[in-house]
């Protein structure tokens, strides 16, 4: 049976991210299947007919924003919980309510996180490890057609965190069995990665060990890499160097490797990740509101100076609270203007390319994804201009970035299939799904005796 044929027509521009960073003014797309076949001027491709015509007319096409860090599984059944001074009770909490969620609620869940990732443009997104019932789950995923990298997190060290301690075997063979059983599911759409947790709670027998396991199997690794001062100071003194170099001494500071936060680090680890290759994921929603002084222990200009492959996270829904990673990109364009008083750090551009292109290389996946160009896969958002923040409309690339948002997303498609029509998810009913979140957020903060009070009175 031949493949279904989509044009988008008539689009007023395609941001195609490629090599040369073109913007088609009028532009159209052909698809076949899955894969982009056909970009240029409406004009010189309306001889091309299709199965399905999308009206892109006052649309801005993009490809599919990549979002590197995003706990989808348990945080949308406990969003907005948390005190904004919890501090380091924050993630024990998070844990332990993640250990009393069902595989119900985890599907559910992960379907909501889905919904609101697609529906606000991301289409490929990391969920790092933390998802107990990939099994419930893969049924989500598939149900949502999104792109999606998993895995297991694994630690073999005592924790403050109430992360479970596994042996350092059997956390090496849950990494063997999760990727032998996930990577490539759905055709092709679901990767599994190795995920320890992180150098802090992984000896370096295991993150060497899960490491090597990605590499063999063709596929990556991730971990946390968020370091504090007890972590630095314990790296000096038990192992006589910083982090960053910690990892290069365990083999696992290399192109397959992707950190994720990658803040409390210095310039000479800037330069050493940059160096051995590996990629780095940064989460500025995540950061501004911890309060983790990104501008100063995340050194994202340096990074890209140095030439690393970045892109951008957005972190748990229980941590920055939102998951649209537009707005990573918006910050990243200007916390670092302010930081470093300095209006020429990171321009819209670079920051449109954290959250696209960059963002796939950081995945390993920018030979398929990332941007608008045949042969791709046709992962792609069109934007409504006609909508009171896109006016008036000149400049594509600085109007994305700095004044739209993911509510001006109008129809998305992952691999060819659209997913996102006129502002609304084809593949679920969001009310209804929203009311069941609901009902499990409250079943679950019971159940785990989890209780934190408004500092308003709610009467």
């Given at each position: 049976?031949?493949?279904?044929?989509?044009?988008?027509?008539?689009?007023?521009?395609?941001?195609?991210?490629?090599?040369?960073?073109?913007?088609?003014?009028?532009?159209?797309?052909?698809?076949?299947?899955?894969r982009i076949t056909q970009v240029g001027k409406a004009s010189d491709l309306a001889h091309v007919s299709a199965d399905t015509v999308v009206d892109a007319r006052g649309?801005?096409?993009?490809?599919?924003?990549?979002?590197?860090?995003?706990?989808?599984?348990?945080?949308?059944a406990v969003r907005g919980l948390f005190p904004d001074d919890l501090g380091?009770?924050?993630?024990?909490?998070?844990?332990?309510?993640?250990?009393?969620?069902?595989?119900e609620d985890e599907y559910s869940t992960s379907l909501l996180a889905i919904t609101e990732l697609l529906k606000y443009g991301t289409t490929t997104f990391i969920d790092p490890g933390t998802t107990a019932n990939l099994d419930v789950c893969l049924e989500a995923y598939r149900q949502a057609g999104c792109r999606i990298v998993v895995g297991w997190n694994v630690s073999d060290r005592p924790n403050p965190l109430n992360l479970p301690v596994y042996e350092t075997d059997d956390a090496i063979r849950m990494t063997q069995d999760v990727i032998a059983r996930y990577h490539g599911a759905l055709d092709g759409l679901v990767s599994?990665?190795?995920?320890?947790?992180?150098?802090?709670?992984?000896?370096?027998?295991?993150?060497t060990a899960t490491h090597a396991i990605g590499e063999s199997t063709g596929t990556r690794s991730t971990l946390h890499f968020n370091n504090g001062g007890r972590w630095i100071q314990h790296c000096q003194q038990e192992y006589g160097c910083n982090p960053t170099e910690y990892l290069d001494r365990c083999g696992v500071l290399t192109p397959s490797m992707t950190l994720a936060h990658c803040l409390g680090i210095g310039d000479a680890e800037a330069r050493l990740i940059a160096e051995r290759g590996a990629a780095v994921v940064m989460c500025p929603t995540a950061a501004v509101k911890g309060g983790a002084r990104m501008t100063h222990q995340g050194l994202l200009p340096?990074?890209?100076?140095y030439g690393a492959v970045v892109g951008l996270g957005t972190d748990a829904g229980n941590n920055s609270n939102l998951l649209e990673t537009l707005r990573s990109v918006f910050l990243a364009a200007?916390?670092?203007?302010?930081?470093?008083?300095d209006v020429g750090i990171i321009p819209s551009e670079t920051a449109l390319e954290l959250g696209?292109?960059?963002?796939?290389?950081?995945l390993g996946m920018d030979d398929i994804i990332g941007s608008v160009e045949p042969g791709k896969a046709a992962d792609l958002v069109l934007f409504d201009t006609r909508r009171s923040e896109w006016a008036a409309l000149h400049n594509p690339v600085n109007s994305l970035v700095y004044n739209a948002d993911g509510r001006s997303v109008h129809t998305v498609l992952v691999n060819g299939r659209i997913v996102v029509e006129n502002h609304r998810p084809l593949f679920v009913d969001e009310a209804e799904l929203v009311a069941e979140v609901q009902k499990s957020g409250d079943a679950l903060l019971e159940r785990a005796a989890v209780k934190f009070d408004s500092r308003w009175p709610i009467v």
């Open positions: 049976m031949p493949n279904n044929i989509t044009k988008i027509e008539n689009a007023s521009y395609v941001v195609t991210m490629d090599s040369e960073r073109r913007i088609v003014a009028d532009g159209s797309i052909v698809i076949d299947g899955s649309m801005v096409v993009t490809p599919g924003f990549v979002n590197g860090h995003m706990h989808i599984s348990y945080a949308h380091a009770d924050y993630l024990p909490n998070v844990f332990r309510l993640q250990a009393a969620m069902t595989p599994a990665w190795a995920m320890p947790f992180s150098s802090e709670f992984c000896s370096s027998d295991l993150l340096e990074l890209l100076e200007v916390l670092y203007k302010d930081g470093r008083g696209t292109i960059g963002g796939a290389a950081a």
